[in-house]
């Protein structure tokens, strides 16, 4: 059974820090390109960062590029994304998708607000 389950969302402050996860299970994790999305209220789902399968190379949204880093620990099949200096417009549900066979995670809310 495949699942990838984002934790870490939550209310943060602008210019506040995050760091997200994503726990995978039931495929061979180390060899998929993994990737972060996000879909903020009537808009689309949209890119935000990919990572190689051994994390040795990386990809950005415009938008997020020097404040978002995306990660990869093989041995604990889970990849994070490390958000800092957030800003109103990061405000989104974030979901985990493997690139490889196409699965989605379920997401988690992230709300950047004062």
């Known amino acids: 059974q495949v699942q990838l389950v984002e934790s870490g969302g939550g209310l943060v402050q602008p210019g506040g820090s995050l760091r997200l996860s994503c726990a995978a299970s039931?495929?061979?994790?180390?060899?998929?390109?993994m990737s972060w999305y996000r879909q903020a209220p009537g808009k689309e789902r949209e890119l935000v960062a990919s990572i190689s399968s051994d994390g040795g190379s990386t990809s950005y949204a415009d938008s997020v590029k020097g404040r978002f880093t995306i990660s990869r620990d093989n041995a604990k099949r889970t990849v994070y994304l490390q958000m800092i200096s957030l800003k109103s417009e990061d405000t989104a549900v974030y979901y985990c998708k493997d690139r490889f066979r196409g699965n989605w995670g379920q997401g988690t809310q992230v709300t950047v607000s004062s």
């Open positions: 039931g495929f061979d994790f180390s060899i998929s390109v």
